[in-house]
Structures are given as structure tokens and as C-alpha cells.
């Protein structure tokens, strides 16, 4: 009588897997999940790159550069849908099989028999399988410059995920995005924070961000100099414009002088210095900073104030600067133009 519901059942016994489709948004991309469980980064990468370029063995995880198979970066969402998917599978077989062994019963029943039993499947109605929707498309998107993996993300990402190449030029360009937000900060920390928690705050951002525009370009420097090169650069030498300048000049052909306007690179110049008190006198002006950097709107013994202002326009410069170094970065010495 349950002939169909036996041997379907029969059959799942010996089901290992059910496939799930996955949709990729309007654009293509697919979406991915760091697999790490104190990352769970998120971000997207192009269906045709996906089986074209990435590697089965391995794929990166643009924010903190984990490794797993290929197989491990679905996104939370998609293995809860795709457990629901697979059991609607599943009931929609079971529940195909107990209305045919009802029909096929009560087409074998007798009109008129002295006992007559009819079989009726009621509810079990066949679940609705949905593939699973992607999320909305990310907001910023690259190409590795190594390999041209397409992949898009929300937020700071770092590392290709097909071949875990930290891109230089995206690198920088994050970091100065990242300056930029905590250079408007202050507004908002002001209007939910108690006034002289604000200013504390404010202001260790504030200063925070000065020496993290030069480790931006510090790190970009380093970074585009060994693979001009194949040798690594003098250990923090991008940290002081004058011997950074001679090293792209002999490399390149063009000084900072040749890259920037005379004002821009004395602002950098006055930066720099300004750093260089942050991280090694605590901001405390001394005759050596006075000397060097040309300031003439502190007197010895002054602490620096540094402003949204004055980040903002470090940031710029250094982008400036940024640039005009990855622009020349594959050109030879004779090619290299002084135009900014």
C-alpha cells in the first residue's frame, strides 16, 4: 500500500548531498564569507573569477588574509537557507510519494466491496524552493592588480582572495580613507560623549592620524620601492622626506621636488616634523623641531594643536604625493615626467 513512500524513503536513506542553488546580484558577484570566527569578513567576488581563477585549494580572506578550501566561504546566511532548502528538498519528496501511494490505493479500490478503505493524503502541501538571494551589491569594488580577480566588499579590505597579494596602491588607499574618517570624527563625538571625554578622544585621533599618514606612505613606499628594485628599502627610511626623496630619485629619476609644488612639499616638510614630535617628545615643541621645520607659529616648550584641518590636509598631500610615486613607479629614469 505505501510501495512509492518505501522506496523513496529507500532512496534519501542513501542521499549524502543535496545541491542548493546560490543567485550572484545584478552584477555577477557571488557572495563569501570569511570562514574564521573572529573575522567572518564579508564581501563578494565575480562568478566567472570564481571558476576561472580562484583555486580550489585555497582562497584569502581580503580583510585578515585566512586561508581555507574554496569550499568554506559561504556566509552564515547562506548555510541557514541552504539547510532549509535541503529539508524542503526533502519534504517535497516524501510528500510526492504519500499522495501517490494514496492515489494508486484508491485507484485499486473496488466500487461496491464490503469493506472499502480510502486513502487521503491531506496538508503536506510541497514546499516552495527558492534559490538562495544574493545580498545587495558592495560598495566599493577592485580588480588585483596581480592577477585581476574582480571582488567587492563594504568597509577596509587589504588582500586579493584568489592570491592573497597585499595591492600596494588599494592598501594606501584605504589607509588614507580610514584617516579621513577619524579627521571627522569630532562633530559626532561631541553631539553623544560628555565634553572633556570628546576632546580627550578627539584629540588622540587627531594625532593618531598624523602618524598614521606617514606609515601609509611609509608602507606604500616600502612596498612599491622592493618590487621596483627586488631589495628591500633601508628600514624606515620613507619616515624622512629628504632621504625618501633621494632613494626615488635614484631609483626613478625624480625627486619629491619634481613630484610636488614647492608650497605642498614645505607643508609636508612641516607635517613630517610634526610627527616626528607626536611620536618621540609627546607633541612638546623643541628648538630642534623649530630648526628644521621652519614653523615660526610655536615657541619652544608649546604643545602642538592639531586639527581636523590639519589631517585633512596632510591626508591630501600625502595621496599627492602617493600617487605621483605609483605613477612613476614603473617608468625609467628618463621617462619620468615632473609634472604632479
Partial sequence: MFENLLREIERLSGTTQVSVPLESDSDGYADKECPSPTCLFQFKIHGDDWKAIVRDEEVFCPSCRHAAPAKSWFTTQQVE?????????????????????????????????????????????????????????????????????????????????????????????????SIRIAAGLGATLKATLDADEAEVITRALLEKAVQDTVTSFQRLSEQLYEE??????????????????????????????EMLDAVALKRLHIYYQQRHLLAHQQGIVDADYVAKS???????????????????????????LGKAVLFRRNLNPRDASPTD
Fill in 81 to 177: 537557507a541552504a539547510r532549509e532548502y535541503a529539508i524542503g528538498s526533502l519534504v517535497n519528496r516524501i510528500n510526492r510519494a504519500t499522495r501517490a501511494d494514496a492515489a494508486a490505493s484508491n485507484r485499486r479500490r473496488k466500487p461496491g466491496a464490503f469493506i472499502s478503505i480510502t486513502l487521503k493524503a491531506e496538508g503536506g502541501r510541497d514546499a516552495v524552493l527558492v534559490p538562495i538571494a544574493a545580498a545587495e551589491p558592495m560598495r566599493l569594488r577592485t580588480a588585483c592588480e596581480a592577477c585581476g580577480c574582480r571582488y567587492s566588499f563594504v568597509g577596509a579590505a587589504y588582500f586579493c582572495p584568489t592570491c592573497g597579494k597585499n595591492s600596494a596602491s588599494h592598501t594606501f588607499a584605504q589607509a588614507i580613507k
Fill in 228 to 257: 621596483r628594485t627586488g631589495a628591500p628599502a633601508r628600514r624606515n627610511v620613507f619616515q624622512n622626506l629628504e632621504a625618501g626623496s633621494h632613494l626615488w630619485a635614484t631609483s626613478t629619476g625624480a625627486t619629491y621636488a
Fill in 294 to 320: 621652519g614653523d615660526q607659529t610655536y615657541a619652544v616648550g608649546q604643545r602642538l594643536i592639531i586639527t581636523s584641518a590639519n589631517v585633512s590636509e596632510f591626508a591630501d598631500l600625502i595621496e599627492r
